[in-house]
């Protein structure tokens, strides 16, 4: 069996998004031909902690470890927050929060940590790596960001070693939704963009998890583009059907930053219950996992606040029996430029429990092909002609069985990995 070195930040027991590509992907790769040994920290961060996700590291997989100096603490320390409190990702700020402190800790964050902070980490590994691979020989590098200091690493480990290497871009680099809100020099900016064609140009092989973000990367210089999207895992979908709720809510699992606020959706939801008093009283907007300030404000500004419910973080598995009970499941798209190609991980999680889907977004962009013909797209401001077809969701009971699903199984996008990581290997001999 070929080895394939995986330099992955996030790895179980920390929890959220950033963990289940590659925590799935190290699953079912052993079954066609490889085994993965993956990096992560001895000592991350930790965004949430769900130790249940442990059951997917197989006996086959290799688990490196090694220690990590970051920021955070300093952050904490100077910002005033408690070293107990977890960061968000994406600037979301569940509090109202500001000031010169943090005004001055962005300043720093964006001109001295680029790519990102976890940028002390990269002469470390590599020196470890270097050594690692020489007594444990490896066939292949994957780097897999954000955060994109993991490409660094395999950069540096390319270049000393000659190993063939695929950067995996589960989001965008310099395109990401949040990238405008860093306080960057315009020699930070330059630092950036050069970093980010350097990984693109030099990597053997570069894969995306969307087609329109394979166009972007391969206009910023990448070449031949490899799309391989997220999906979900049969294994995790309740096997017990869960029993619907009673009320007419409308469910969000994870994250719910800033940049997906849906202040159109909230105000045709208020006028939806005016119109229908009986909907009005059993409706419920659910939130299972962070919520910025932002998105609160906004629903309570359109009528929303007495129906607003937050559960905060849950393991992976609990939320898997929330969307299953959800009577329907919201999908926000970020209104961002690089909104065509967002492909957020839980919508084919979603698709897997069969649960009507309410997606607000751009109707042509990666999320409606996906979704096809069986879930709508709605437009960031529904009009009247969009109320009945939202409220006529809400009551939907039987199962919403989607086409062409066997595609987004982890099992086969696996097998699709494998395809990618064999032509790498064959090129790099």
């Not at 976890?118 to 955060?147: E, F, Q």
């Amino acid at each position: 069996m070929k080895r394939v070195l995986i330099i992955s930040y996030y790895w179980p027991p920390n929890g959220g998004a950033g963990v289940y590509r590659w925590l799935k992907m190290s699953k079912y790769l052993p079954e066609f031909g490889w085994q993965p040994v993956v990096y992560t920290p001895e000592n991350p961060e930790v965004v949430a902690e769900d130790p249940g996700l442990l059951k997917d590291v197989g006996a086959a997989v290799e688990v490196v470890k090694h220690p990590i100096t970051e920021p955070f603490s300093l952050y904490k320390r100077f910002t005033g927050r408690a070293q107990s409190e977890r960061v968000q990702t994406a600037f979301l700020s569940e509090k109202r929060t500001g000031g010169w402190k943090e005004d001055i800790a962005l300043w720093v964050r964006s001109n001295f940590f680029i790519p990102d902070a976890r940028v002390w980490w990269v002469k470390p590994s590599i020196r470890y790596l270097k050594d690692y691979v020489r007594k444990h020989p490896v066939d292949a590098i994957i780097s897999t960001g954000p955060p994109h200091s993991m490409h660094l690493i395999a950069r540096g480990l390319q270049r000393a070693t000659g190993l063939p290497w695929i950067a995996d871009f589960r989001d965008p680099w310099t395109g990401i939704d949040f990238y405008g809100q860093l306080a960057l020099t315009t020699w930070a900016d330059r630092k950036h963009h050069r970093l980010e064609r350097e990984v693109l140009t030099t990597a053997d092989r570069v894969v995306t998890v969307s087609w329109s973000w394979a166009k972007d990367l391969e206009a910023l210089g990448a070449k031949n583009v490899a799309v391989v999207t997220n999906g979900f895992d049969r294994a995790d979908v309740p096997r017990t059907t869960v029993a619907l709720d009673e009320r007419n809510s409308l469910v969000h699992i994870g994250s719910m930053s800033a940049t997906r606020d849906l202040p159109g959706l909230w105000r045709a939801l208020a006028a939806i219950g005016q119109q229908d008093p009986a909907f009005r009283e059993t409706f419920v907007l659910r939130f299972v996992g962070p919520v910025d300030h932002s998105v609160v404000e906004s629903a309570t500004a359109a009528g929303l606040g007495g129906h607003i419910e937050r559960l905060g973080r849950v393991s992976h598995a609990e939320a898997m029996r929330e969307m299953q009970r959800a009577r329907v499941l919201l999908l926000p798209i970020n209104d961002t430029p690089n909104s065509a190609g967002i492909l957020p991980g839980k919508l084919y999680e979603y698709l897997s429990v069969g649960r009507p889907i309410l997606a607000v977004g751009p109707c042509t962009g990666d999320v409606a092909r996906v979704l096809g013909d069986v879930h709508p797209v709605f437009p960031y401001a529904p009009g009247l002609d969009h109320h009945a077809r939202i409220r006529a969701l809400f009551g939907t009971t039987t199962p919403v069985v989607g086409q062409g699903m066997e595609r987004y199984d982890r099992r086969e996008l696996a097998r699709a990995m494998a395809d990618v990581l064999n032509g790498c290997a064959t090129r790099g001999r």
